[in-house]
């Protein structure tokens, strides 16, 4: 399969800018022609392999941020927000959305702005809908918290050096520099409640349902409301919520960031992560954390100069609903939808609880993903109660995946199950699972012929 064209004029436009810097001073950095490089702003030149290093060498960035950082999402983003019905009779086609990109970039970002904000059709203000805030902003970061990141690891090797046994340590300094005893209670006392700070008895109290693992990242996190504070301040404040509930969501989830960074400090899993070959199971062990703490951290290393891989985590439950969704640095189009495909192996994850299950997957652009999925179980449930259960689904780029242990056995250039984001927003016409046909799409019934699909329709 042939590389497309990297044609990302409006990112080069915005670092110029926020250099402050005019195309002829640009272009003498870079040994490049002004012409050229107004070519290449205006999406009349492709960015070539060579310009791209002298960017990265010039710039402190990451290269993948300009085919991620296309307004909207790109043309496949801008294509799936057309297919609400609001659009159906416009017909507006792909060569239409990528010269609508080419030509007036700002136009098509300020279109996406718009409609995300009006949530596809229905007007809501974005402040009713605090857990949006907030996951725009964690994405606004791709997730990575630099300096959570550096007091996390500093704090974890300043404990190293008292004890190997991190959930000791961390009580140990609860205790001594703060005052506060850890007490684990039995169920019946905390029926409902896995962690509590008892201000009045100086005690962290913590349900005896938790696994080592989540007890760890319970006093992690009592520890980074105290020692994190400043750092979490800053970022809260900078965040500039209005709503109260985003910003103490946000702040949950930076507390919970940084609870991970403690267990998991930066340097070190990024090199358990490069020897292992991103080894999930390995990484649980070594660390001490679960499946899902070390899923999340896997997506959030993207440090200057010393980046892992992007990685996306998505969580669903059985009925399809994801509640957790990071894209980091991948630009995966798999966590964005509001849709899912039923071929791709996260849904079936639930049929095999607690196994790894491994899928080379492509999507209508030609997009290509290995992914990994499995059932979590939350902590704290109890014998006769409702148990939930959720998937989570990893993946990173089949280009960049042939380091993983989870891809040995694959030809990563090789076949790939083809899935969509969803029926609505599907345009494959022989694909067997189709429920619904693709929005703005008029379907085509003939009673002479059964395709494998029950449902066809007419193609752009």
Known sequence: MAERKLLAGHAIRRLRRGAGLTQAAMADMLAISPSYLNLVERNQRPISATLLIKLAESFDFDPRSLAAGEPGGGADAIRRRLADPMFADLEIDRNEVEEWLASAPGGAAAFARVFDRIGGGAVIEAGDDPVTLVRREIERWRNH???????AEALADELRLGAGDLY????????AKHGLT???LPADV????????????RQLQLSEMLDPASRTFAVAFQLGQIEA????????????????????LYRRHLLGYFAAALMMPYARFLRGCETTGYDIELLQRRFGAGFEQVAHRLTTLQRVGARGLPFFMIRIDRAGQASKRYPGASGAALVE???????WRLHHAFDRPGSLMVQLVELEDGARWLTMAR????????????HAEF??????????AGVLAAASGFDLAGRAMPIGLGCRACFRNDCPQRSVAPAGRALLINERERKTSALTFAGD
């Open 145 to 151: 918290f630099a300096d959570l990141d550096a007091a």
């Open 182 to 184: 850890i007490r684990v």
């Open 190 to 201: 905390l029926p409902d409640t896995l962690r509590r700070l008892d201000l009045h008895a």
């Open 391 to 400: 998937a989570i689904g990893l993946g990173v780029a089949a280009a960049q």
């Open 168 to 175: 000791g340590a961390i009580a140990e300094r609860l205790r």
């Open 337 to 343: 939808a509001d849709g899912r495909c039923p071929l």
């Open 375 to 386: 059932t979590v179980t939350p902590q704290g449930s109890r014998f006769g109660a409702v």
């Open 229 to 248: 504070k400043a750092e979490i301040d800053a970022l809260a404040k900078g965040a500039g919520f209005t709503d109260r509930a985003a910003e103490r």
